[in-house]
Antibody, heavy 120, light 109 residues
């Protein structure tokens, strides 16, 4: 069965970086994209960006351009999201989601979420 | 302020029919597929409706989606207590070149 398993919770200081991993199993990793979505405490969902696992192409939300990098390692079927220059308003649960190729917004499986807390 | 507008809350009694709206524009709902996600407290969202009105096999036919112009709706009939959750609409926005979510609607049964 399809599973996306994310790395554990992180606590970071303002200005630091965080790298969240998302290990996929149960399907051919290169046939789907991976999007990252975050949710601040008590707030709605915010799309952060997408990476094509097939060719590494990326598309980041305008708001996060320059601070976020998404990568994949096809040898281990793992996707990564790196967020730099962390601020307190980056505190959120970060989700990876499998995206049906060519259909942006169609997230058919999600990881369990990773809480990132940014605090001094 | 979300690009897509949803009512923050909705409510109904068991057995009733409730509708949740999602209002957008010509750059998003007007030309792209709409998706609906349901999120239970402390869990990841799950897709409820995809490509405007399609249901995954695990989703009962009490749930239906529709789209007209720059607005979309999620209808839930035969309301049940387990339908209490947050519901989000999502769509690709051509102007922003990104996926946008509605602010979410908290449903109380």
């Amino acid at each position: 069965q399809v599973q996306l398993v994310q790395s554990g919770a992180e606590v970071k200081k303002p200005g630091a970086s965080v790298k969240v991993s998302c290990k996929a199993s149960g399907y051919t990793f290169t046939m789907y994209g991976i999007s990252w979505v975050r949710q601040a405490p008590g707030q709605g969902l915010e799309w952060m960006g997408w990476i094509s696992v097939y060719n590494g192409n990326t598309n980041y939300a305008q708001k996060l351009q320059g601070r976020v990098t998404m990568t994949t390692d096809t040898s281990t079927s793992t996707a990564y999201m790196d967020l730099r220059s962390l601020r307190s308003d980056d505190t959120a649960v970060y989700y990876c989601a499998r995206e049906v190729s060519g259909l942006h917004g169609e997230f058919d499986f999600w990881g369990q979420g990773t809480l990132v807390t940014v605090s001094s | 302020q979300s690009v897509l507008t949803q009512p923050p809350s909705a409510s109904g009694t068991p057995g009733q029919r409730v509708t949740i709206s999602c209002s957008g524009s010509s750059s998003n709902i007007g030309r792209n597929y709409v998706y609906w996600y349901r999120q239970l407290p402390g869990t990841a969202p799950k897709v409820l409706i995809y490509r405007n009105n399609q249901r995954p096999s695990r989703v009962p036919d009490r749930f239906s989606g529709s789209k007209s112009g720059t607005s979309a709706s999620l209808a839930i009939s035969g309301l049940r207590s387990e339908d209490e959750a947050d519901y989000f609409c999502a769509v690709w926005d051509d102007s922003l070149s990104g996926v946008v979510f509605g602010g979410g609607t908290s449903l109380t049964v």
